[in-house]
């Protein structure tokens, strides 16, 4: 299926101005909103049966970083992200994902090569959120 900018438009609502302009290659790109520090608590997966459903641990973060709209780039705030740590990350835009659509969020390849590890999951069908 090919999916026109205009249709795309209305998937990802406030795409930044680099994919409205000029788009690249087959996705587009998904910009840091808000960085979370995970400091502690723990999780774990719910395999334990009905007994354990609904049952998870939480953890605690703290904001380390917040995009501020009209700032230009070099006065956005900046964070060093040492080894070990392990961040949300919440994005400036938001996707309304059709029902007979599967998004497949990936990290480009300028973070791998960074040394960064971005852990990522798909958009469901009909997913709307940041």
Known sequence: MVISL?????????LGERDTQNPEGAGVDLRIGEVHKITGGEAFIESDGAEGQGLRSG???EV????TENGDSKNQ??????????????????????????????ARSSLFRAGLNLLTTVGSPGYQGV
């Open 77 to 106: 705030p900046r964070f060093v992200i040492k080894p070990g740590d392990y961040y949300l990350v919440k994005t400036i835009e938001t996707v309304s994902i059709p029902l007979n659509v599967l998004a497949d969020f990936r």
């Open 64 to 67: 380390v970083m917040t995009y």
């Open 6 to 14: 205009g249709e795309v438009r209305g998937i990802v609502k406030n």
């Open 59 to 61: 953890f605690e973060t």
